[in-house]
């Protein structure tokens, strides 16, 4: 599974609920805040007869990386609830767990605190966004998203959560102007170095915008380099303007996205007091994490 | 005691502890009133508790 659930159980006071977790999520960082938890498995294997053993009867998980083996757990009557914690059902989630442990006092008044600090960053971006459209009606800046992590299909459609929110902010995907995309199905697509440099000819590509991978900005856009095997990047307009932006993973989605507002809307220009690694330590100091504020958004090409 | 008399009555009885044991059944299984917390999780399941979770794996 994937973190963003212990996330938010911390967030709402909910830790002491866990009794177990399955086998990724237990190589990941949040396992730290959750010490002595039972490995019940691997997410396609899940293990029943040990969460009977725990007297676990239900098991929250997301779609993405979430328990495969609900049929066999359900018959041993344990109960899979869906809950993704990201995406655009995240702030829904929020108020979904707090229902499922009875709505009680301490719950209610956690959830209202992180989304005042969610709202409070997210609409003063779209406000100061709205501020530069007005201002200059012509601004609508195209940007390429890529999924640094991902072998596949590298990048973000339009259809793609993160996407959506860039263009929430402001400019267009510019796989949106791509004919054999349309209409865009799934949330990430490959595309040519070919295309890309046609495109920037043609219609001018104004940003690159790269999810990190865990080992950092530096192999992320190394990574995002590599992606030509015929020539050079070099004339790319994003990269002679130093306009490719690494977005690390940990506010690219879940629980801290709205410091990922800050940060696109750094990169567009616009006029924003708030401090991303400020966000960061406030969200920590609030919620009882200890995240590094460091690293949260980095511009390409470097300056030598 | 007129025989016709009793014989309607049991009918009405058995009727009434029918419909009683119908609708307690119903009470029973049915209806949300005797669950604590119904919703619907993000995959359109309605989840239905007697009480608030307390054990969970995540």
Redesign the interface.
């Known amino acids: 599974?994937n973190s963003n659930?212990?996330i938010f159980?911390q967030i709402l006071g909910l830790k002491d609920?866990?009794?177990?977790?399955?086998s990724l999520?237990l190589t990941k960082d949040i396992a730290g805040y959750y010490p002595g938890m039972i490995d019940?498995g691997k997410n396609d294997a899940?293990n029943g007869e040990k969460?009977l053993e725990?007297?676990?009867?239900?098991?929250?998980?997301p779609?993405s990386m979430g328990v495969k083996n609900t049929e066999a757990l359900e018959a041993l009557g344990i109960?899979t609830?869906?809950?993704?914690c990201f995406g655009e059902?995240m702030l829904n989630?929020v108020d979904?767990l707090v229902?499922?442990?009875?709505s009680?006092n301490e719950q209610v008044v956690a959830a209202e605190r992180y989304k005042n600090m969610y709202y409070e960053t997210v609409n003063t971006v779209l406000e100061k966004a709205a501020e530069k459209k007005v201002t200059d009606p012509s601004w609508d800046p195209s940007f390429l998203f890529q999924m640094a992590s991902s072998r596949s299909d590298p990048f973000y459609t339009e259809t793609a959560q993160l996407s959506m929110i860039v263009e929430q902010i402001g400019g267009h995907n510019m796989i949106r102007d791509l004919g054999g995309f349309k209409p865009a199905t799934k949330q990430t697509a490959r595309i040519s170095y070919d295309v890309i440099v046609d495109y920037d000819k043609n219609e001018g590509l104004d940003y690159v915008f790269i999810r990190t991978l865990d080992a950092g900005a530096e192999a992320s856009y190394a990574k995002f380099l590599s992606l030509s095997s015929l020539g050079s990047w070099n004339t790319l307009n994003p990269i002679l303007d130093r306009n490719v932006y690494t977005l690390d993973t940990r506010i690219a989605s879940g629980a801290m996205i709205f410091v990922g507002y800050v940060c696109i809307g750094e990169a567009y220009g616009l006029d924003l007091t708030e401090d991303p690694s400020a966000l960061v330590e406030r969200f920590n100091t609030e919620f009882g994490f200890n995240f590094s504020s460091e690293g949260l958004m980095q511009q390409f090409p470097a300056v030598e | 005691m007129n025989t016709k008399y009793l014989a309607v009555l049991s009918v009405l009885v058995i009727a009434a502890a029918t419909i009683g044991g119908a609708l307690l059944f119903m009470d029973q299984n049915d209806s949300d009133e005797s669950y604590a917390i119904v919703v619907t999780d993000d995959a359109g399941k309605e989840i239905k508790l007697k009480e608030p979770l307390e054990r969970v794996a995540a």
Do not use: C, H, Q, R
């Not at chain 1, 609920?17 to 399955?22: A, H, L, S």
């Not at chain 1, 609830?81 to 993704?84: A, G, K, M, P, R």
């Open positions: 599974m659930i212990p159980l609920k866990v009794i177990g977790m399955d999520v019940f899940m969460m725990a007297n676990v009867k239900y098991i929250l998980s779609t109960t609830i869906t809950v993704e059902t989630d979904l229902k499922l442990f009875g009680k």
